[in-house]
């Protein structure tokens, strides 16, 4: 299955150290890669159809100083549309003068929900047709940006409707939250002080965060297989939707 990356932060946090990480599990999920991240209310999107381990988008990535306080990346196995730029994750459109993100991890079947003109999937896959019509749901549950509660409870209603259709793990964020949903499988920890030394389940790397951090700082990072050894993971419940603000889970949306 594809995997999946999630990072939410309270401060501009840097990547790198799990983006490597995540990377060494492109061995067996070849068909593409992608990274999003945000810096204020700009996004940058960087994806390719060669596998992260022999991408040079992918090295550019790892020595690129990214800072962010939401970041979605995504190693691709394909199941629907073939492997080409088009149909690589994260996927984004605008929606309320907001840029939004969104990768998937699963196969839908006997999908085709009705698409108005301002969302159309470029590509070929059941995530990006996925994408655009909770784009346009949302487009027309709420006239004007809602609150990350509001936002939350309307992805409540919508999301059960996709899943019903077969595996849907995903991550969307919109720059100020990510919401993370799990059919199948997903993991999130939360690093906040006192931070300690970690080490990567994939390679032979580890890093002190207490020497990179403040004793404010917070980070909620989400995945499908944990990245760490040596950290406690928390696993989603099936059929759980949760959204991350501030570095850390929103407590009742």
Known sequence: MCQ???????TPTDIVFSFTGFCTRAEEHKD????????GSGVRVFVDAQSARCSPVADMVRSYPIRSDNIIAHIRKATQGRVALENTHPFQRELWGRYWVFAHNGDLKR???RLHASFRPVGATDSELAFCWLMQELAKAHASVPSIPELTATLRELVPRIA???TFNFMLSNGEALWAHCSTQLFYL?????FRQARLQDDDISVNFAE???PSDRVAVVVTEPLTRDEEWTRFAPGELKVFAGG???AGA
């Not at 593409?32 to 810096?39: D, L, M, P, T, V």
């Not at 939360?190 to 006192?194: D, G, L, S, T």
């Open 4 to 10: 999946l990356l999630g990072m939410n932060a309270n």
């Open 32 to 39: 593409g890669f992608g990274i999003a991240f945000f810096e």
């Open 164 to 166: 019903s259709h077969g």
């Open 190 to 194: 939360v690093r906040q002080h006192p």
């Open 111 to 113: 999908f085709s929900p």
């Open 248 to 250: 850390a889970p929103v």
């Open 212 to 214: 990179l951090t403040t």
